[in-house]
């Protein structure tokens, strides 16, 4: 019975490991570029929405509506320093594996 559970179990786990460092192993330097790139522009867009979010201003009759406005840019705030960290682990992997004459 525990083998059934640790058999049914395993997938949910594996889920949880970092797929982005094991599937870059191949990668070559131009597709490295290219999920940079990818992540310079989900950063941009994140942080063009946020700035549209700290721009309105809440009708002062909208109960928690300040609330909601602040809660949205926290949100786009911990998305763009997630998108930032993970754009800097692939520009230390691009750094490592391409050199530097591969960037410009």
């Known amino acids: 019975m525990v083998q059934i559970a640790i058999v049914l179990a395993a997938p949910l786990f594996a ?26 522009r989900k950063i941009t867009a994140t942080a063009i929405s946020r700035g549209k979010v700290d721009n309105y201003e809440p009708p002062f009759w909208l109960l928690g509506a300040s609330r909601a ?3 949205l840019a926290e949100r786009d705030t911990r998305k763009i320093d997630k998108l930032v960290s993970e ?10 594996r391409c050199g530097q004459a591969s960037h410009s």
């Open 69 to 71: 406005k602040s809660a």
């Open 15 to 40: 889920g949880c490991t970092s797929m982005g460092a094991q599937s870059r192993g191949d990668t070559s330097c131009a597709d490295i570029n290219r999920e940079i790139g990818d992540k310079s």
């Open 87 to 96: 754009e800097r682990a692939l520009i230390a992997d691009r750094r490592q």
